[in-house]
């Protein structure tokens, strides 16, 4: 972007002032533009229900770093952020776990190619490769990182209460979705603890039983929604005592559509 700072020259002045006048502001709104874009600056952002796209310069700032402190009014998946242009940098940390990230190499490319149902406190870095606002091309937002957890990387301590009647843990509401968790888990009532849902291949969780109603449901005949496969006789289930540990890990599951099933790893049982 230039202004020819020779313009106008001779008897075409007043003929074309009008013109060179309307020539510079343009050319000095894209320089404002522009140094507006090299700020950093950090958004707030609630996702309604059925949203599905966030738009920069409506709903995201237009500048180079943002920072977006991320929610939604329930389950959500982001599919595409529009307007961006080539070089952006937006940092996502979510403020709870109503929303999915979307795997698209044509939107947001993620790494390992699988959907990320983001926890409360997960952070999420994305560059905007090939974007240009000029001629209406959103580019590619690439995954630059990830941290998972709520401050505490890759490893985490939960406290989890079981409701009357309830059977499954959440991943991304109940418990976390960060590579290795503790869990110290206690029930209003006696209750089976049948599946823990939205797990991803590779995470282990150690289950510490922290009173007596806990009874881990053993289902060796599925290796899907989440089940328990534990290291005992087929239809043998675990009632854990108070300060019973078991550790599963789970195996098949990619964090989004698929849950995969929990193989136990090890128990100790307090005596």
Same mark, same amino acid.
């Given at each position: ?14 003929? $074309?002032?009008? /013109?060179?006048?309307?020539?510079d502001r ?8 522009? !140094? ?14 059925? *949203?599905? &796209?966030?738009?920069? =310069?409506? /709903?995201?700032? /237009? @500048?180079?770093?943002?920072? !977006?402190?991320?929610? %939604? %009014? ?10 961006? $242009? ?32 983001? %926890?409360?406190?997960? !952070?999420?870095?994305?560059?905007? !490769? ?5 001629? $209406? ?9 990830? &941290? ?6 890759? &490893? ?11 059977? %499954? ?21 006696? @209750? ?8 991803? &291949? =590779? ?37 854990? $005592?108070?300060?019973? @540990? ?6 098949? =599951? ?9 193989? *136990? ?7």
């Amino acid at each position: 972007m230039t202004i020819d700072a020779t313009s106008p020259l001779g008897t075409a002045l007043v003929s $074309s002032l009008d /013109d060179y006048i309307r020539e510079d502001r343009a050319q000095i709104n894209l320089l404002w533009a522009a !140094i507006t874009a090299a700020n950093s600056t950090e958004t707030t952002h609630v996702m309604g229900l059925g *949203e599905f &796209a966030m738009a920069v =310069g409506t /709903d995201l700032e /237009d @500048v180079i770093l943002e920072a !977006i402190a991320l929610t %939604a %009014a329930g389950a959500v998946d982001l599919m595409q952020i529009t307007g961006g $242009s080539g070089g952006m940098i937006k940092v996502i940390k979510a403020g709870d776990g109503n929303v999915t990230v979307k795997h698209n190499t044509s939107y947001i490319a993620l790494d390992g190619a699988t959907d990320l149902t983001l %926890a409360s406190g997960n !952070i999420l870095g994305l560059i905007n !490769i090939g974007g240009d606002p000029d001629t $209406s091309v959103n580019g590619v937002w690439y995954e630059l990182f990830r &941290a998972t957890g709520s401050g505490s990387g890759n &490893a985490t301590y939960t406290a989890v209460n079981m409701a009357a009647g309830q059977t %499954a843990l959440v991943t991304g509401t109940d418990i976390n979705n960060v590579r290795i968790e503790v869990i110290g888990l206690t029930a209003d009532a006696a @209750v089976n603890l049948t599946t823990m849902t939205l797990g991803e &291949a =590779g995470c282990i969780k150690h289950i510490i039983a922290l009173d007596d109603d806990i009874t881990v449901i053993n289902n060796t005949a599925s290796t899907s929604g989440g089940t328990f496969y534990l290291n005992a006789p087929t239809g043998v289930n675990l009632a854990m $005592s108070t300060r019973d @540990v078991l550790s599963v890990t789970n195996i098949g =599951g990619d964090g989004s559509l698929v849950h995969g099933y929990w193989l *136990e790893l090890n128990r100790k049982l307090q005596v």
